[in-house]
């Protein structure tokens, strides 16, 4: 069990450029999730892969967000166009079907200037 | 769907003082629930979870939660608190049979000496 791990570990970008985070979760895990966190919130749902399928976007998030999971390995998340708002830590998850609780990666802080 | 409200944002206390920290959710399923704990500059690592069986769960630290159905609750408490519990507190809640994991907007507990 290496843990998830997340890439990069920090990310500063201008408004309007794209850009692209790598999750690699514990590889037995078949759930897979994207959550943002602001400063004093707690994580907000983004998305959720069981395996290779993408079960749930959340509403909130725009048409700027995409994420895939080729294979039900490594995950990636990319924001188009980015916006200051978007400026957040990017949390990726991993757990087993049903009850098991979820590993975090330690995240990947994005700034938009 | 479902939903978590965490009642307190901050709560100080003195150290060996108890504590509790609030926690409703609302679901149209049967649920799992958790509380997880952030602290100083970590991840997410999971405190506790209830699964099933005993509505009374306890984490190694000390921390136990009890699942109310009747009052849609999980409070987290602990009878005698430590410099080192300072952190930030979240509860979640994952709908039995595949649905996804939501997060509270987090409890931030400063223990005093």
């Known amino acids: 069990d290496t843990g998830v791990s997340q890439d990069p570990r920090h990310k500063i970008t201008k408004r309007g450029q794209n850009v692209t985070f790598r999750c690699d979760p514990i590889?037995?895990?078949?759930?897979l999730y994207w959550y943002r966190q602001t400063l004093g919130q707690g994580p907000e749902f983004l998305t959720y892969f069981q395996n290779e399928a993408q079960l749930e976007k959340s509403r909130l998030l725009s048409d700027r967000f995409s994420a895939e999971r080729p294979k039900g390995s490594f995950s990636t998340l990319e924001i188009q166009r980015t916006e200051q708002g978007d400026s957040a830590m990017y949390l990726c998850?991993?757990?087993?079907?049903?009850?098991?609780?979820?590993?975090f990666g330690n995240g990947t802080r994005l700034t938009v200037t | 769907a479902q939903s978590v409200t965490q009642l307190d944002s901050q709560v100080p206390v003195f150290e060996e003082a108890p504590v509790e920290l609030r926690c409703n959710y609302s679901?149209?399923?049967?649920?799992?629930l958790f509380w997880y704990v952030q602290y100083p500059n970590q991840g997410l690592q999971l405190l506790l979870k209830?699964?099933?069986?005993?509505?009374l769960v306890e984490s190694i630290n000390g921390f136990e939660a009890e699942f109310n159905k009747s009052q849609t609750s999980f409070h987290l408490r602990k009878p005698s608190v430590h410099i080192s519990d300072t952190a930030e507190y979240f509860c979640?809640?994952?709908?039995?049979?595949?649905?996804?994991?939501?997060f509270g907007a987090g409890t931030r507990l400063f223990v005093k000496a």
């Open positions: 998850a991993s757990g087993y079907l049903g009850d098991s609780p979820l590993h």
């Open positions: 679901s149209s399923v049967s649920v799992y």
């Open positions: 590889s037995e895990h078949n759930r």
């Open positions: 979640a809640v994952t709908g039995t049979g595949g649905f996804k994991t939501i």
């Open positions: 209830y699964l099933s069986g005993s509505t």
